[in-house]
């Protein structure tokens, strides 16, 4: 591991680099665009979409929250065990943020399995075509986060702080885009 003096109160270097941030405020504005149009669309027929979204099971939403922000927590520790220089507990630490994320995965895919089998398909409807795009690009963001955690368990010890920062920075994200799906298709409809 490299030794680099790194200024982290530089607004040009906030943790993991300018990029992530970049990338991550993208994917917030698209992830928030598609809320906003789904609010507006459930304004056009509030009952087909109440309707709707009481066929969901907000406890296993609420479930995948816990999950995720928990997996979050543990990413957190990651981050600080590695930067101490303690890389056999950040890597258990990471372990217990993939399995987070992949207890996610496996309810969310159980929740589909469920929707598939009732026939709530992406042309079912108008909020399912929302359910559908926005669970599944999220799911396609954690699958990917899952896959840069696995490449950092493999090469924990030569990793550079910023390369960790940033995986941990998307992971985050993952956790933050969950935190605004779960309200607004689970709750609020």
Known sequence: MKTEIIDHKNFYY???GILIWILISVELLTFGMALIALVFMSKEDPELFHQSRLLLNASFGATNTIFL???????????HLFKKGNFDKASV???LTMLGGVLFLILKSFEYYHKIENGYLIDH?????FYWLLTGFHVIHVLVG???LIIFKFTLKKLE???LEAGAAFWHMCDLIWLLLFPVIYLIL
């Open 161 to 163: 702080t910023e390369d």
């Open 93 to 95: 630490y990471l372990n």
């Open 69 to 79: 922000l928990t997996s979050g927590f543990f990413m957190a520790t990651t981050v």
């Open 125 to 129: 409807n108008t909020f399912f075509t």
């Open 146 to 148: 899952l896959v840069i």
């Open 14 to 16: 906030p943790p993991g």
